[in-house]
């Protein structure tokens, strides 16, 4: 049977697709691991900036073994994804460039790079500890259950992508190993359920009448329903964060009360991310984003900075 033709999505200032092959096996392969997205994982890091054990060469070594091993989890879980998703994928301006999508990687070459890359990366979890282990496998099975049927389930799908976040989180305590505190969970949930939602309110606004289309969970969606829903989240993860940089526990933890100086950066981050969004049609990728807008990577640098100058050096 013939192929029905696909509609012919153009946005200002991206070509449309053509017939002709971009890429080998080999490059199709890598673009489909977008290792642009892994900066995601640097969430893994939370636990040894805030666990004070970045300067102990044993914890930092198993902290990166941590990231590259996630980078590879993450990168099975976009080959899934591409393989389950390419029908729709064709009907999306962006996403029908995917090497899958397009038909320049083929789903078998996909489906046996994703198997070879998972056991090679959860084998490798498992050396770093059982604990670690559980969590990088928790973490896939998520991820594998997100790309089937938590995807097309209203609320469920973006809660699904943010405990995603959690778990990185939760594995880079772990790896180490720190306690996990709750106030780590309670921002790395909320600030991943912002970022969730905004992605949600990108994909409506550029897909317009064509988003049901493309995916039908994002005509349970509005741009205003989705508006609140930020508002409230990007409330929360400040509220959540100003509690925890000035909370005695905090304080008695890492012997200084200065950790609120660096309130202002999250503050001016949720605003820039709000601004990228509504007025620069921002928020469909949160990695791009940070990385594309200066104001933003400078902000978050700065944070990392300053948190790290008070609580390893408590004033």
């Known amino acids: 049977m013939a192929r029905r033709p696909l509609p012919n999505f153009v946005l200002p200032g991206i070509p449309p697709t053509s017939g002709v092959l971009r890429y080998s096996t080999l490059s199709g392969l890598l673009a489909s691991l977008r290792p642009a997205q892994w900066t995601k994982n640097l969430v893994v890091f939370a636990g040894l900036i805030f666990g004070r054990r ?60 994703a198997a070879v890359l998972g056991s090679g990366a959860l084998v490798a979890a498992f050396s770093l500890g059982r604990a670690f282990g559980l969590v990088a496998a928790g973490y896939l099975l998520l991820q594998a259950a997100y790309s089937g049927p938590l995807k097309h389930i209203v609320i469920v799908d973006v809660l699904a992508i943010a405990i995603g976040f959690v778990l990185r989180a939760v594995a880079g305590a772990v790896v180490i190993p720190v306690p996990i505190s709750q106030w780590l969970l309670v921002c790395t949930i909320l600030l991943a359920l912002f970022l969730g939602l905004a992605k949600r309110r990108h994909e409506l606004v550029v897909l317009a009448d064509s988003a049901a289309a493309h995916r039908p969970i994002l005509g349970e969606y509005s741009a205003y329903l989705l508006d609140q829903m930020i508002g409230i989240v990007a409330a929360a993860t400040l509220v959540a964060y100003v509690f925890y ?71």
């Open 245 to 315: 940089t000035i909370s005695p526990e905090t304080q008695a933890k890492f012997g200084t009360q200065w950790l609120g100086l660096t309130i202002p950066f999250p503050l001016y981050g949720l605003f820039r991310y709000l601004y990228l969004v509504h007025r620069r049609e921002g928020g469909g990728s949160p990695a791009d984003t940070l990385l594309n807008d200066r104001p933003l990577l400078l902000c978050v640098a700065l944070w990392v900075a300053a948190v790290v100058l008070i609580v390893y050096q408590p004033l």
């Open 54 to 113: 970045l300067m102990t060469p044993s914890a930092l070594a198993s902290a990166l073994g941590a990231f590259v091993i996630f980078c590879a989890l993450s990168g099975v879980v976009y080959l899934i994804n591409d393989v389950v998703d390419r029908e729709s994928d064709r009907l999306h301006p962006l996403k029908a460039k995917r090497p899958i999508a397009a038909g320049e990687l083929s789903v078998a070459v996909a489906i046996a790079a």
